[in-house]
């Protein structure tokens, strides 16, 4: 059973689309994390959401969390190919505070010039 | 100082060699991970430190021994590894306090293969 259900799990689009990536659970988490990933590196942080309802901009991204704190999503105005990698959503669950991280299965984003 | 860093970068060995993998990060961060990672997924957590004391392990197999000399370092020690266990190995730290919001820092990783 995976606790966190990331979609879709391959993306390949064209440069100056958009596109949404979802998390969902039916746990609920105290916070929620999305990272992104090169191939060979490792995730780097994007953002941190923590209050149901919550919207964060990073520029071209926008993530928000949901109102009861059990699926978040990230949005991607104007793809471009520097976009490209693996993101991943990742949350510490409200019942599990020894410092362990959910991770949703990664979404491979390619962005075609 | 926002980093976490990992020595080697890439890494061959034989099924009898030992070696080890070497973190470190200078953030003050009392909570330090081992993950194993293949290609396309996601991280899998195999070991976690808490003020240096091991505080989870995923039934991890003995071939892999954690150890963390102090609170900025942590060592995963390997033995007679298994060419399944050929994968990226991430180390990741964070501030295990409440309120923090459980975001965890990770290295670039060491890039493990095993003949």
């Known amino acids: 059973t995976q606790l966190l259900e990331q979609s879709p799990q391959f993306l390949s689009i064209q440069e100056g689309e958009n596109l949404t990536v979802y998390c969902n659970s039916s746990?609920?988490?105290?916070?929620l994390q999305w990272y992104r990933q090169e191939p060979g590196e490792g995730p780097v942080l994007l953002v941190t959401?923590?209050?149901?309802?919550e919207v964060k901009k990073l520029k071209r991204l926008t993530f928000q969390f949901g109102d009861a704190r059990k699926d978040s999503s990230l949005h991607i105005t104007a793809a471009q190919p520097g976009d490209t990698g693996l993101y991943l959503c990742?949350?510490?669950?409200?019942?599990?505070?020894?410092?362990?991280?959910?991770f949703g299965q990664g979404t491979e984003l390619s962005v075609k010039p | 100082d926002t980093e976490v860093t990992q020595t080697p970068k890439h890494l061959v060995m034989g099924m009898t060699n030992k070696k080890s993998l070497k973190c470190e990060q200078h953030?003050?961060?009392?909570?330090m991970y081992w993950y194993k990672q293949k290609a396309k997924k996601p991280p899998e957590l195999m070991f976690v430190?808490?003020?240096?004391?091991?505080?989870i392990n995923e039934s991890v197999p003995s071939r892999f021994s954690p150890e963390c000399p102090n609170s900025s370092l942590l060592n995963l020690h390997l033995h007679a590894l298994q060419p399944e266990d050929s994968a990226l190995y991430l180390c990741?730290?964070?501030?295990?306090?409440?309120?923090?919001?459980?975001?965890?820092?990770f290295g670039p990783g060491t890039r493990l293969t095993v003949l």
């Open positions: 990741a730290s964070s501030h295990p306090l409440a309120g923090t919001k459980g975001e965890q820092f």
């Open positions: 953030m003050g961060h009392r909570a």
């Open positions: 959401v923590v209050t149901g309802g």
């Open positions: 430190y808490s003020y240096e004391k091991l505080s």
């Open positions: 990742a949350g510490e669950r409200v019942d599990d505070q020894g410092g362990k991280l959910i």
């Open positions: 746990s609920v988490f105290s916070s």
